[in-house]
């Protein structure tokens, strides 16, 4: 009995060799020598993922591309729909887009891309730019977020002719952020949210219920430009 324990714990450790075996196979490079990509995760990106675990002596490179300046103004009023918002107007700040860059030191077709949305608010007498959250997008999110946006401007525009109907929240999220219009009543605002590292899957929140920046719906066509930008910079750093 104690021979065929032996055996068959021989087998089963030879059988957690072999899978282990195939899931290091799983990680091993490309064709250009790049890790096939990670399974997403709750709460990691890919560029996250490999600059985690793939990239090492990691060279991490960020490119400005464009800010979208946040007014100050007035925030949604969600009393139709319980709890009530306690902001009533929001600050003024910028919503600023970056590009970025990772790859091994030596090994930069291994290279992997983010965009990267950081929104301010502006404090003090002197306009200084106070951080209040940051959020990642795969760099395959990106011209699905400027066709979203595309689409978005023309939902907010669209008339309503049902007087009963109170709330519209339409929105793109991917990574840990979040774009979208919200309509109350006759009112239509757009709003930008990052995700809590925190909190996974924050989309399944309603819009009240998360921190939000907000600015007029009419400057969601500047805000896709912006994004355009981010896509074009990314099929350049590729192209090269």
């Excluded at 195939?22 to 890790?35: F, I, K, N, W, Y």
């Amino acid at each position: 009995m104690q021979t065929l324990n032996r055996v068959s714990y021989s087998k089963s450790l030879a059988l957690m060799i072999f899978i282990a075996l195939l899931g290091a196979q799983s990680e091993v490079a490309e064709g250009d020598g790049s890790p096939t990509p990670a399974l997403p995760t709750d709460t990691l990106t890919h560029f996250e993922y490999f600059v985690l675990t793939n990239c090492t002596p990691c060279v991490r490179e960020s490119y400005a591309i464009a800010t979208v300046p946040i007014p100050a103004m007035k925030a949604p009023n969600f009393s139709a729909v319980p709890p009530t918002n306690p902001v009533t107007t929001t600050r003024p700040g910028q919503l600023r887009l970056e590009l970025l860059r990772a790859y091994p030191a030596g090994f930069e077709s291994r290279q992997h891309l983010a965009m990267r949305v950081a929104l301010t608010v502006t404090t003090g007498t002197e306009g200084a730019q106070y951080p209040v959250g940051a959020g990642l997008l795969d760099e395959v999110e990106v011209p699905a977020l400027a066709a979203a946006l595309s689409q978005m401007g023309k939902v907010a525009s669209a008339a309503v002719d049902d007087s009963s109907l109170r709330l519209v929240d339409t929105e793109f999220h991917a990574d840990s952020v979040r774009i979208g219009t919200v309509r109350t009543g006759n009112e239509v605002l757009a709003y930008v949210q990052v995700a809590p590292p925190d909190m996974p899957r924050f989309a399944l929140k309603q819009v009240w219920e998360l921190p939000a920046t907000y600015f007029p719906s009419t400057d969601i066509g500047m805000l896709e430009h912006a994004v355009s930008q981010v896509s074009a910079k990314i099929r350049a750093i590729r192209a090269r």
